[in-house]
Structures are given as C-alpha cells and as structure tokens.
C-alpha cells in the first residue's frame, strides 16, 4: 500500500486525523476543495511589497478558495487560488520533516498531528539553497484543523523588523 506524504511524515499519529483533513492530503491522484478565506497583508508598504514579490495571496474577507493537491512519487504540488490569484507550492519530505518550496525559498517543517488537526513547526529556511541565520528566518505559525466536517487552516507569517507579512485563515470542504 502507497503511503502519501503526509501519512508517512506523521506515522501513527496520522489516523488520529480529522476526516476533512485527512482527505486533504490523501491525493488518488488529485483532491480538490473548495470554500473561502480570509487574508490580511502587512500595514507597512515593506510587508505588502514582500508579500507581492513572493506571489501570497491580496487581502480581504470571505474570498472564494480553491485548493488542489496533486500527488507524484517525488511529493505533492499543492495549488492554492484565492479569488481567481494562484499560489503554489511543492511538498516533499526528507529526514522525516516536510519541505515546501516556494519561489527561491524552502521551508522545512517537523508536524504534529493529534485528532485536533496539524501543527507546523518551522525548522529550517533556506534561500535559493543557502541557510538563513535564525535572526533572519520568517516566523511561521501554521495550523489545520477540522470543525462540523469542514477543513480549516490559519497561516501567519512575520519577518524579524518587518512584522507581519501576511494572515490567512479560511474553510475548504470537497468540490463536487
């Protein structure tokens, strides 16, 4: 039996998942949701132009959502539209932790899981392959979780001096 990426990063812990959540990161090859979010950038034009130059989402308040996870042998792309703006990612794992890749960065993350949903704990960043000092590393807050059979994430993201990047947090149920 074929373990997907998220179920061989969490071992045991993996049945203890939500459904929603569970059927997020279980591509046959393709899974689709879909539902609405809300985003927030940045109050400084630094943040807002940071959060444009790496592609995240534009803000504002219950913007339709769509979210496609395509599994391969060598991990998953995860694809996220927010209004009709794409941003993807590539997810893999390596040394039991989950790397996303985006742009010229590569985040490496160790997960939780518990039958509450995910947490991700930044571990590593690098860009374009180089390690970043921690003084320098994003602050990522990262979780997913299920409530009354829907999918639901929160993501921030702050830089050191800069302050807050971006905050999204939304509820995806499958398409169809």
Same mark, same amino acid.
Request: glycine share 8%; net charge positive; hydrophobic share 45%.
């Given at each position: 039996?074929?373990?997907?990426?998220?179920?061989?990063?969490?071992?045991?812990?993996?049945?203890?998942?939500?459904?929603?959540?569970?059927?997020?990161?279980?591509?046959?090859?393709?899974?689709?949701?879909?539902?609405?979010? @809300?985003?927030?950038?940045?109050?400084?034009?630094?943040?807002?132009?940071?959060?444009?130059?790496?592609?995240?989402?534009?803000?504002?308040?219950?913007?339709?959502?769509?979210?496609?996870?395509?599994?391969?042998? @060598?991990?998953?792309?995860?694809?996220?539209?927010?209004?009709?703006?794409?941003?993807?990612?590539?997810?893999?794992?390596? @040394?039991?932790?989950?790397?996303?890749?985006?742009?010229?960065?590569?985040?490496?993350?160790?997960?939780?899981?518990?039958?509450?949903?995910?947490?991700?704990?930044?571990?590593?960043?690098?860009?374009?392959?180089?390690?970043?000092?921690?003084?320098?590393?994003?602050?990522?807050?990262?979780?997913?979780?299920?409530?009354?059979?829907?999918?639901?994430?929160?993501?921030?993201?702050?830089?050191?001096?800069?302050?807050?990047?971006?905050?999204?947090?939304?509820?995806?149920?499958?398409?169809?």
């Amino acid at each position: 039996m074929t373990r997907h990426l998220y179920e061989k990063i969490l071992g045991a812990s993996w049945a203890e998942l939500p459904e929603s959540t569970r059927f997020l990161h279980s591509p046959a090859p393709v899974c689709e949701l879909v539902g609405q979010a @809300d985003i927030q950038r940045g109050g400084n034009a630094l943040a807002r132009l940071l959060a444009s130059a790496v592609g995240l989402p534009s803000a504002g308040t219950a913007i339709p959502a769509r979210v496609r996870v395509t599994a391969t042998n @060598d991990g998953e792309l995860l694809e996220r539209w927010y209004a009709q703006q794409r941003f993807s990612t590539w997810q893999w794992e390596r @040394d039991g932790l989950l790397l996303e890749q985006f742009g010229p960065f590569t985040l490496s993350f160790a997960l939780t899981g518990a039958e509450t949903g995910i947490k991700f704990l930044l571990r590593r960043v690098r860009l374009w392959r180089m390690p970043l000092p921690k003084a320098l590393r994003p602050h990522i807050s990262a979780s997913e979780r299920s409530a009354d059979g829907a999918h639901l994430f929160n993501v921030e993201l702050r830089l050191p001096l800069v302050g807050l990047i971006a905050r999204y947090a939304g509820s995806l149920r499958p398409a169809g």
